[in-house]
């Protein structure tokens, strides 16, 4: 029988994952030259969740996005919702993503919030699974991102290119192929990442 302590360490081997996988890859790489100042300024909220249904999921998603819609910016800019025990699946997650978006409108948060996504399997439409490119939005769990608006309207005005980025991160990853990308150590299983 699994105790809240059992829960507390779990929870703290995937935080410490996301949090590598945040350092060694998407700033290591440069992946997001928007997420090395909110990291260093420890402004990013992780929350693991133990959602095992996509319902439980929806409900957690709900009170983060109200969190994240209530914080201080100066003290939480944005929040990692990570859940390892649901929508491990990628076209499930994909699936989700709709429901995810629906849910900020109802919330009445469009406007000021929006959802980001990470999985472990991400593929992007028109690649292979195992394209290199696709680790620009890989991540040790299935991984929600709740961004405020106001966020990524900075980010746009001071990176008005933001197409150079996507080009910048495929160049990026291919440089660094598959075994580079490995050596990384970003707590993917081997089986599902390139």
Known sequence: MMTASDDHVKDDKVTA???NWLEKA????????FARAVYAADRIRYVVSDATTIEALLEVLAAELEVLAEADENQTETTLLIHPQVLGDFLDYNDFLEMADMLVEELGLDGMLQVASFHPQYQFAETE???IENCSNRSPYPTLHLLRESSVERAVAAHPDTEQICRDNIKTLRQLGREGWARLDVGMPRSKSP
Do not use: M
Request: contains cysteine; hydrophobic residues 35%.
């Open 17 to 19: 994952a996301t949090r």
């Open 26 to 33: 998407v700033i290591g790489l440069n992946l997001c030259p």
């Open 129 to 131: 699974s195992d394209d």
